[in-house]
């Protein structure tokens, strides 16, 4: 999710649904006297000569792990010895970054510096120090800077670690460092952390999983170099309380492994991982699925132990899917059209009740919402994202345990009324609703979208889908989200990789407490092993379920590195040998650059500027908060280039008029280089009439408009699922005496400035049929109510009740206003009206492959605007598209229909007269489309070429073509 920048949205949410009582949790988890004050050690030959302390109370700061997310320290007072100056076990401040060197971020002077170790994570501070050690060793403190792939230590002093300890076992215990004075007093300690040495001494290429040999066997191998003993326990049945098995794995170098017969197959397993917890400070027995699982029982307790390659699983036609893929000359060529699984049939009565919400849902012909997506690619749509369809958490996938609405009460009400989100909020986290950004287990597909959640059924039914979808036209993309996860722990039933190995997967700050800028339990791929599962993730979902595409939630919270040896890794793939052809699969994401990853603080992230030259694609963020106004934090009566800014003002104060004047010039500029592709050396006349670049125009924070080298870098969008829907956002931004007519002009207004741009362009599910959530601006969890969609087009759900008051309460003055205002209501006219105009859209689009320009090169060449600089016109943008022709000879020809096109895009409340001398004598004529359309307003349009006048009627997008001859 998190389509905004900066936005910190559903992991937010989950915070949110988690909060618990802390000290009551904390007391439950750390008992203080048995956590600071454990027996010591009975080693005393390492207890000579070691210095003294003196008991003292101070207060210690602990982390408190909720059911999602690690809690930032809290305060609690304890009696420790000199714990004034000593850091709790708690923290983990240094870093065991190679074999030889630990980071810490202290000067020992000429004091003295000792690493301590226990296997039975026995530690404690007594008053001669350090007590329940099995192992210690002095370090030396080493000259010099800190050589190291983390950025955010790079001033940390590095301590020389002995060569000849044996590493590869030190790191299955609790591991201490503290440093004394040259007197001997205790000065400081701390608890380490590991991925660094783990990924020099563990980094691993081979099998991990259940994989299945060609003599009917099964292997299993699980990476954890930090456990101390794993073994798996097999199941028969899915329900089975004890196991039918259990077998010791070995390890060999941090892999552990185990090989089966060929009767596990259809059983299920679990591993059991005796580990060292920090989170804890014990040596935990935790239970966990398999990280490379690919298949779950109905309760995700267990992982299913499948053989995707199976003839059982694959549906009739699925080996020669590669074969019949949609058509797709180039990525440029791409639209996509992003929609939730459940929220496409779950309240179509076209579909029958066992099919709704579901993955089945896609493969019915003569469903209402498949003939909806079936007109979409007759169009031209090429690509369907959906929302996270992997495994996860905060939806029960055994439907019978999900909690309803009586829908029947909530039809009455009125629009305004706050008791329909009160039940909703009711039962939010019992339903069958989520969007889904908390993932549990990134390789399975969600068990609450398929008819039965156990055994193979979800992977038959997954498959199916994607098979329908391409039958009509239409590329699949998922959603993945691999900055974050679920849940921590050692015993949460959602925790997996942290159960396994603790501390490395989940990305953590200087203190050792894990990051939560994603809002809960960020993911660090700059480990190699966690960069390892993301790709080899990726590729599971390609060569198994023959996806097309992919969109990264959060993306600029991954490395770069990670994001572009992971499109290698998929455009190496070929139908010769791996079935599918990974040369036409698509990536994009979201490029927002903050948190602790931000401007490269862990290592060059995948943010919008990094990623130029990558041909991966990111949110374009500017063009949408241009047009519409403001940004998602500011406030919501903020007005843009299509919601009135100076022209129709909607009584907010914008500021004088010359402020107005400026920032709708300004908002012009950001919106025409985003119709350029977003390029960096795109060069157009900016609102003062200078020859500005792309990377020259800047933002209000002086960060660079453009970012992209090549079209397919930039995803032009002005709605997504996050925030308000189009529809509800134009209906908070405009003045409220304006008609639902013009509503609907203005609605199809921002989708035209999307479809008609070069780059990608990007449209939230409902944008064509004015979907609106009652105004909701964060639909995460407000169940099917608020996220209907209705394909019948008899409604698009507005004024269904105040939206949830968690994240809304604060606007619900100016809701209530709009919502209890029955003129705001469109009809079904309307929606059908703006559906067919959306069509014309892409039947456009598709009309030229000018639309759809490869190269900036071809882009610089090409496209012009006309009604620039100071004394333009505000409120209209001109876009013109040349083709080679004789005149224009340096310039190659590639559309054998038009030479010449001409947009108009009038955000104007009343007609527009343009006179161009540089569009004089054309044979521009309306395009073939909307001489047919429907819309009798855009029609109206004239073009003189005499003088080069252009009229076009207010809120309208006109589109001129010049055919070529012969």
């Not at 014990?282 to 053989?307: F, I, M």
């Not at 959060?554 to 599918?580: P, Q």
């Not at 157009?684 to 090549?710: C, F, R, W």
């Not at 004529?925 to 003189?944: A, F, M, N, T």
Request: glycine share 8%; aromatic share 10%.
């Amino acid at each position: 999710m998190a389509l905004t920048l900066l936005t910190l949205t559903t992991s937010v949410h989950l915070l949110d649904s988690t909060s618990v009582a802390l000290p009551r949790i904390f007391a439950a988890a750390f008992p203080l006297r048995s956590r600071f004050r454990r027996p010591s050690s009975s080693i005393s030959s390492f207890q000579l000569g070691f210095p003294s302390t003196t008991h003292r109370s101070d207060s210690i700061r602990c982390l408190c792990a909720s059911s999602s997310s690690a809690a930032s320290p809290m305060q609690f007072e304890v009696s420790t010895p000199n714990s004034q100056f000593l850091d709790s076990l708690l923290y983990s401040r240094a870093y065991w970054v190679t074999e030889g060197v630990i980071a810490w971020n202290v000067d020992v002077g000429e004091g003295s510096c000792y690493l301590y170790a226990s296997r039975v994570a026995g530690l404690s501070f007594s008053e001669d120090g350090i007590d329940g050690f099995d192992f210690r060793v002095k370090l030396e403190a080493e000259s010099g800077s800190l050589r190291t792939n983390f950025p955010h230590i790079g001033n940390y002093k590095p301590f020389k670690v002995p060569s000849d300890l044996d590493v590869r076992d030190l790191v299955k215990s609790q591991l201490a460092i503290v440093c004394f004075d040259a007197e001997g007093r205790l000065i400081e300690g701390t608890g380490l952390q590991l991925p660094g040495v783990l990924d020099e001494l563990f980094s691993y290429d081979g099998p991990l999983g259940a994989n299945f040999t060609p003599g009917g066997g099964v292997s299993l191998h699980l990476w954890a170099p930090t456990a101390q003993e794993v073994t798996v326990c097999i199941y028969k049945n899915p329900l089975d309380k004890s196991p039918m098995e259990i077998c010791p794995l070995e390890e060999v170098n941090g892999v552990w492994s185990t090989n089966g017969p060929s009767s596990w197959e259809g059983c299920y397993y679990v591993y059991k991982v005796s580990v060292y917890h920090p989170s804890t400070l014990k040596v935990e027995t935790c239970y966990a699925n398999d990280p490379y699982a690919r298949g779950l029982s109905a309760d995700a307790s267990k992982t299913y132990l499948l053989n995707l390659d199976s003839d059982d699983l694959k549906p009739e036609g699925w080996e020669k899917l590669a074969d019949k893929k949609p058509d797709l000359r180039s990525y440029s060529d791409i639209s996509i059209y992003e929609l939730h699984v459940r929220d496409f049939s779950v309240s179509d009565e076209t579909v029958e009740p066992e099919h709704r919400g579901g993955y089945l849902a896609f493969t019915l012909k003569d469903s209402a919402g498949v003939k909806h997506l079936q007109k979409l690619a007759d169009a031209g749509l090429t690509h369907l994202h959906l929302l996270p369809t992997y495994q996860f958490g905060d939806v029960d996938d055994e439907k019978e345990n999900w909690k309803y609405i009586d829908t029947s009460l909530l039809e009455g009400l009125p629009p305004d009324s706050a008791e329909a989100q009160a039940r909703v909020t009711e039962i939010q986290n019992d339903d069958g609703f989520n969007w889904g950004y908390n993932p549990v287990l990134w390789g399975v597909p969600k068990g609450s979208y398929a008819s039965d959640p156990t055994g193979p059924c979800r992977i038959i039914e997954f498959r199916k889908m994607v098979q329908a979808l391409n039958r009509i036209g239409l590329n699949v993309v998922l959603d993945v989200v691999y900055n974050h996860l679920h849940a921590n722990g050692p015993h949460n039933k959602d925790s997996v990789l942290d159960k396994i190995v603790p501390g490395y997967y989940l990305r953590r700050n200087n203190d050792g407490f894990i990051e939560n800028s994603t809002c809960v339990n960020n993911t660090a791929s700059e480990h190699y092993m966690v960069d390892r599962l993301i790709r080899d993730d990726l590729l599971n979902w390609v060569v198994n379920y023959k996806v097309d595409g992919f969109r990264f939630d959060l993306m600029g919270h991954i490395m770069k590195d990670t994001m572009v040896k992971a499109k290698s890794a998929i455009g190496n793939l070929r139908k010769e040998t791996d079935g599918v052809d990974g040369s036409r699969i698509y990536i994009y994401g979201e490029g927002w650059n903050f948190g602790e990853v931000a401007n490269n603080g862990r290592g060059v992230n995948a943010s919008q500027f990094n990623l130029t030259g990558t041909g991966i694609g990111s949110f374009n963020d500017r063009i949408r908060d241009a047009t519409l106004g403001g940004s998602p934090f500011g406030h919501p009566l903020q007005q843009g280039f299509i919601t009135g800014l100076l022209l129709q003002p909607n009584g907010h104060d914008h500021g004088s008029e010359a402020t107005q004047q400026l920032m709708l010039s300004t908002a012009k500029d950001h919106i025409q280089i985003g119709m350029a592709a977003n390029l960096k050396d795109y060069v157009l006349t900016n609102h003062e009439g200078k020859e500005v670049k792309g990377s020259e125009i800047l933002m209000h924070d002086a960060t660079p408009v453009a970012y992209a080298s090549q079209p397919t870098e930039t995803i032009n969008y002005v709605s997504a699922h996050d925030n308000e829907t189009l529809f509800d956002i134009i209906s908070l931004k405009t003045p409220m005496e304006i008609s639902v007519d013009e509503r609907c002009r203005i609605n199809h207004l921002a989708s035209s400035m999307i479809a008609l741009s070069q780059g990608i362009p990007f449209f939230h599910a409902g944008d064509e049929i004015l979907r609106s959530k009652s105004l909701d601006r964060d639909s995460y969890n407000s169940g099917d109510w608020f996220n209907r969609l209705d394909f019948s087009y008899k409604s698009n759900n507005w004024g269904v009740g105040l939206p949830p008051k968690g994240k809304n309460e604060h606007s619900w003055p100016l809701i209530k206003l709009r919502l209890q205002d029955p003129s705001f209501k469109p009809q079904s006219s309307h929606i059908v009206s703006t559906l067919n105009s959306f069509l014309d859209l892409l039947r456009i689009r598709y009309s030229s492959p000018l639309f759809r320009l490869d190269t900036a090169k071809a882009i610089k060449e090409r496209v012009r605007f006309h009604n620039t600089g100071p004394s333009s016109v505000p409120g209209a943008i001109i876009m013109s598209i040349e083709d080679g022709h004789k005149g224009m000879a340096s310039v190659s020809q590639i559309d054998p229909v038009y030479s010449f096109l001409v947009v108009i895009f009038n955000a104007r409340p009343s007609e527009f007269s343009f006179l161009s001398p540089a569009l004089k004598d054309r044979n521009l004529e309306l395009h073939p489309v909307q001489v047919k359309s429907g819309d009798e307003i855009v029609r109206k349009s004239v073009y003189d070429a005499f003088s080069g006048g252009f009229t076009v009627p207010a809120r309208t997008t006109t589109v001129f073509v010049e055919v070529r001859k012969g």
